[in-house]
């Protein structure tokens, strides 16, 4: 019961409202009666209290003080009194109550408080009962529908009928959106723009039932409704979800035999694929998303903590999986760790059209996971392989790729191992040891130098190198004067005592350089 609907009490019609007009909506859930100043120190929350306000009648500006606990301790509504003890509140207690909205109900002499406190308490109980009837006829409707095998259709079709209004679910997990009306909505424009409840199972985030209505307003007994088809939906989508993670478990586990290559022949991978309707005949490219320093931050925080950083990572997965399946046709995936791997499957004479699209769609990945989830990716691609047995040698170009992307750009980089140049030759030659002391006696004397004077020779050096040892394309690109240039290259030669326009020299240094990149 509300205080707007108490105003509008066929008993109650000589009573008035004369402060906090707007705050009518507040809830009333019980009636009290005022017998001490202090009296809202037992406020739990919903009263209708009522005084003739004899307590204050020696100092009626004590109401202000009265009314502002009130309001704090959540109490609806104050009815009193007047023309008994005191004829008229002061002008300060009305002003306090419409700045808090906090309504100040007239109470006239002839009713007695059990006149009052009866028929509110009666109206209360019989709503309260009328809610719970209505709540356990909604409960039975949508339980023999779960009964009876109702699918997330059934139970979305069975909501709109008892709300009357359009109702749409959009499924998070497999992108799927009922309502067979509104298949081609925009859903990110339909969550700004209209009412919709989450549907969360253990604090993670599986779909939004949507009013899909102009009409803002949704009355309380929708709202029983609504959460009632909130938990049988809870429900299905456990039951979905589990008949699916018992067909992934096979699926990853095919998978991961693939890219682990733990099948004995390209038979059994014909015949395991058949199983899941795959195709792996017609030339395959290993794909690996890696969220960047994720074990780093998972092991430096709390259990709880931990627990929420997991959810992250299941609902960043869940992006790049609706996103590469809705833009690769029949790609393949499964996780580790924190990565999620995937098998895509271009056309061998479409590959140059494939590598374009698919650093456009990492790209725009790459972007939303860092603007909605504060964590930047790597993303590793393998080189074209046309037969399925060479599958897990594309995989661990991938593994490579992102790797050498991390030392050289540390992360948030899309790297093709194809790209990836004379950095594979450097991988395959030589020890971590033997680069480092290979990097070191061609350009450790100029890193020494910067760090104990201060300078920057190393980056005008790379940017030498980049230019193709050109001064005047590199002085311009730097923004520097050509005879600064000049001077700059003349102090690395001299740092380094190396003639940089000999070629062999150069080499040395180039190399030099590419192996620094790789060792940070």
């Not at 408080?113 to 009837?133: C, G, W, Y």
């Not at 209004?165 to 859903?187: E, S």
């Not at 480092?436 to 004397?445: H, R, V």
């Amino acid at each position: 019961m509300k205080v707007e609907d108490l105003m509008s009490y066929p008993l109650f019609d000589d009573f008035e409202i004369i402060a906090g007009h707007k705050g009518i909506d507040r809830e009333i859930t019980t009636v009290s009666v005022m017998d001490a100043p202090d009296i809202y120190k037992w406020m739990k929350g919903g009263e209708f209290l009522m005084t003739t306000g004899y307590i204050m009648k020696e100092n009626p500006l004590d109401f202000k003080n009265l009314i502002i606990n009130l309001d704090k301790m959540g109490a609806s509504a104050l009815g009193i009194k007047l023309k008994r003890f005191i004829d008229k509140l002061p002008q300060e207690v009305i002003d306090i109550a419409d700045r808090l909205n906090f309504p100040i109900v007239f109470i006239p002499l002839k009713y007695s408080f059990v006149d009052v406190i009866n028929p509110i308490l009666s109206e209360i109980i019989n709503k309260q009962a009328r809610t719970l009837l209505y709540s356990q006829k909604i409960h039975n409707s949508f339980t023999e529908l779960v009964i009876d095998g109702g699918s997330i259709e059934k139970i979305i079709k069975t909501l709109t009928k008892i709300i009357n209004k359009n109702i749409i679910y959009y499924d998070i997990y497999f992108d799927k959106i009922y309502g067979a009306a509104y298949i081609d909505v925009d859903i990110d424009n339909v969550l700004d723009n209209y009412i919709y409840y989450p549907i969360k199972i253990d604090n993670i985030k599986y779909g939004y039932i949507i009013i899909y209505d102009e009409q803002k307003i949704i009355a309380e007994y929708d709202e029983i409704a609504i959460e009632h088809a909130s938990t049988v939906l809870k429900l299905e989508i456990q039951k979905k979800i589990s008949n699916i993670q018992i067909e992934s478990r096979y699926r990853h586990e095919f998978i991961q035999d693939l890219i682990m290559d733990n099948v004995k022949s390209l038979q059994e991978i014909i015949n395991r694929a058949k199983v899941y309707d795959w195709d792996f005949e017609k030339g395959n490219v290993v794909a690996i998303f890696d969220i960047d320093n994720f074990k780093g931050q998972y092991l430096n925080l709390n259990k709880e903590n931990r627990i929420e950083l997991e959810i992250i990572k299941e609902n960043i997965f869940l992006y790049i999986r609706k996103i590469i399946k809705n833009k690769f046709k029949d790609a393949v995936y499964t996780n580790f760790s924190d990565s999620i791997i995937f098998i895509l499957k271009p056309f061998e004479n479409d590959l140059d059209n494939f590598k374009v699209k698919f650093k456009e769609v990492s790209t725009m990945i790459k972007k939303e996971i860092l603007q909605k989830y504060k964590f930047s990716i790597t993303i590793g691609v393998g080189s074209y392989k046309l037969s399925p047995t060479d599958i897990n040698i594309s995989y661990n170009q991938a593994k490579k790729s992102i790797q050498i992307a991390r030392n050289i750009y540390r992360k948030n980089a899309t790297m093709f191992y194809e790209d990836l140049g004379i950095y594979k030759l450097f991988d395959k030659l030589s020890s971590e040891t033997e680069k480092i002391d290979f990097y070191k006696s061609y350009i450790g004397k100029l890193l020494e130098y910067d760090q104990e004077n201060n300078t920057n020779f190393l980056n005008t050096l790379k940017c030498l190198y980049e230019n193709d040892w050109n001064l005047k394309v590199t002085a311009k690109q730097m923004y520097i004067h050509y005879n600064t240039m000049k001077y700059r290259f003349n102090k690395i030669m001299e740092i380094l005592k190396l003639d940089l326009k000999n070629s062999e020299d150069k080499l040395n240094v180039s190399v030099a350089l590419k192996l620094l990149d790789m060792a940070k």
